[in-house]
Each structure stands twice: as structure tokens, then as C-alpha cells.
């Protein structure tokens, strides 16, 4: 990921998956994405599915992101293990957590990465040098969705084994005790996070789904945009060919 910068950023695009379509990983590809997001916090997925996507990403020349199911060791490491290039962790605390969580996907002496024999290390034929390389491959990216994350942000983004933050918007909102009801205190806190990263020079990755997330995106820099879902992406396409059909040949 690009430093977030709003002379030089340089944005990467993916397409958030819902569930494990392996088409939708090919129309990222033919659209112009440069990856994919998997949500396995809140989609549809087996260990086996998020394994065969990571791949036919890596194969498509796609990067393949994973927000995982819950901020535990073994949910880390299991797509890093496919050969994921990045992990989302959502539910992080505060700077305490994040340093955790974090360890987790980066191999000593950085982190606390546990030490497999899969695909990111050639079934078994990984070289010297291997550790270092993955851990510069891997992103690391908490997720800024409670108070405490949002507190400790500019201190989370200190770490050495973070790469970035992901903006949870809803949940922070929600977290604010603002009921789902989006204004200017959100905005506030959207430009907060973006202040902190390009402090940094970290990354900055939110979803972005309509036209005021991309006037947003573009005023704060962002330099992550997971796109629209595949399973939205499809109710909009069939949505938009029944309304012409209707209109073009009738009832």
C-alpha cells in the first residue's frame, strides 16, 4: 500500500466478497480491481473456500485481503497461512490489544507468528531469508471501530507491525453511542483516523459503496477502497436489467 498522501497516494481497489464466489474473484480481475477482500466476519465462508480464493487471487495477479472472524491468534493465521497478503482484524480494543493481534501476523523477532509448513513457505521449500520477506509481504491492518481504538489510533499506527488502519464507521458510530444516525461527529472521526495515517505514513482502508464514500475517500486520502460486495454488486446488476426489462417490454 501506497503512503497516505494527498499530493502522492496512490489508491488500491478490491472487491468485497460476501461469500466464496470464485467468479466474483474473476470479474475483479477483468474489472480492473486490484484484489479481493474477504469478509469471514460477517460472510459466508469455510476454511476450505478461503483457501482456493486466496489462491486463484494470488494466480488471477491479484492481492487477496482477509477481514477475519474475530481477533484471535488462530483467525490470523490461518489466511496468512494461504497465502492471504494482508489480514483485517476487527474488535481491537486499544493499543494493548493491537500490539497483540498484531504479533500474530508477523514472524520474530518482529512479532509472534507461528511457524508453518503450507503454501507461503513452498509446502515445506521455503529458503533463508523467508521470514523476514513475509513479514515485509504481510499487511497488518486493525480495525478502528470502538472508542479505545479510536483513542489510542496515532499510537496504534506507532507500531512496527502494523501497516495501516481499517475504518469500521458503523460500528464506531454505533460504539459513539450515535444509534446509527451518521453526521458530522462521524465525519470528525473519519478525518481523525485519516490525520493519524498519513501522520504515520501508513495506509488508510475504509468501504467505500456510494458516491459521498468516494467524495470522502478522495478529501481524506484513502489509499484502501474495498468496493461493493459481490452479492450487492449482483442485486444491483439483475436490479437495474428488470427495471429495463419492465420498462422496455412491460408487465
Not at 165 to 186: T, Y
Request: hydrophobic share 45%; charged share 25%; proline share 3%.
Amino acid at each position: 500500500m501506497a503512503t497516505p498522501s494527498l499530493e502522492t497516494r496512490e489508491v488500491a481497489y478490491t472487491l468485497w466478497l460476501a461469500s466464496a464466489n470464485a467468479a466474483a474473484v474473476e470479474a475483479a480481475r477483468i474489472a480492473g480491481c486490484d484484489g479481493v477482500t474477504l469478509d469471514l466476519e460477517h460472510g459466508v465462508f469455510g476454511r476450505g473456500d478461503v483457501d482456493r480464493l486466496i489462491l486463484l487471487a494470488r494466480e488471477s495477479g491479484l492481492s487477496s485481503f482477509c477481514r477475519v472472524a474475530e481477533p484471535t491468534r488462530i483467525a490470523i493465521q490461518h489466511p496468512l497461512d494461504s497465502g492471504a497478503s494482508g489480514v483485517i482484524v476487527p474488535h481491537v480494543e486499544d493499543l494493548a490489544h493491537a500490539r497483540e493481534l498484531a504479533s500474530y501476523a508477523k514472524y520474530p523477532p518482529m512479532g509472534d507468528r507461528s511457524v508453518g509448513g503450507g503454501r507461503t513457505f513452498g509446502y515445506g521449500g521455503a529458503g533463508e531469508g523467508f521470514h523476514a520477506a513475509e513479514n515485509r509481504r504481510v499487511s497488518f491492518y486493525p480495525m478502528v471501530e470502538t472508542v479505545g481504538a479510536l483513542d489510542d489510533v496515532d499510537a496504534i499506527l506507532g507500531l512496527e507491525g502494523v501497516d495501516g488502519v481499517f475504518l469500521g464507521p458503523a460500528d464506531l458510530n454505533m460504539a459513539r453511542g450515535r444509534a446509527g444516525a451518521f453526521g458530522e461527529d462521524d465525519a470528525a472521526d473519519r478525518r481523525r483516523v485519516a490525520g493519524a495515517c498519513m501522520a504515520a505514513g501508513k495506509a488508510f482502508g475504509m468501504n467505500v459503496y456510494t458516491k459521498d464514500d468516494m467524495e470522502a475517500a478522495r478529501e481524506i486520502g484513502l489509499t484502501f477502497a474495498a468496493l461493493i460486495d459481490d452479492i450487492a454488486a449482483l442485486i444491483d446488476g439483475v436490479g437495474r436489467a428488470v427495471a429495463d426489462a419492465k420498462a422496455t417490454i412491460g408487465r
